[in-house]
Nanobody, 122 residues
């Protein structure tokens, strides 16, 4: 079974920084896209940042220049470094990955982490 486990959420003051990490484990053949989404109370889940297996990245406009997504393909991990945090960044952050599992990697499935609460407040 493949699973994604997140860590690193918490409470931070405006202007502060947090780093989220997500580790994929199980019978993994390869990992394609890895992303971070977030969902604030009463709002739809939205894409924050994504990174391909080759390292190409994309960001939501409102986080460009403040957030950085990175991955370690050898360790099957993805991270989100969040700087200059604002109250509007408060949300549950979810790790997402498309993964081929098993010895042949025949099929690709999407997996979600359990979510990490990020609260930006003074």
């Amino acid at each position: 079974q493949v699973q994604l486990v997140e860590s690193g959420g918490g409470l931070v003051q405006p202007g502060g920084s947090l780093r989220l990490s997500c580790a994929a484990s199980g019978s993994i053949f390869s990992i394609n896209t890895m992303r971070w989404y977030r969902q604030a109370p009463g709002k739809q889940r939205e894409l924050v940042a994504g990174i391909t297996s080759g390292g190409s990245t994309n960001y939501k406009d409102s986080v460009k220049g403040r957030f950085t997504i990175s991955r370690d393909n050898a360790k099957n991990t993805v991270a989100l470094q969040m700087n200059s945090l604002k109250p509007e960044d408060t949300a549950v952050y979810y790790c997402y990955a498309t993964i081929r599992s098993g010895s042949t990697g025949y099929s690709e499935y999407a997996y979600w982490g359990q979510g990490a609460q990020v609260t930006v407040s003074s």
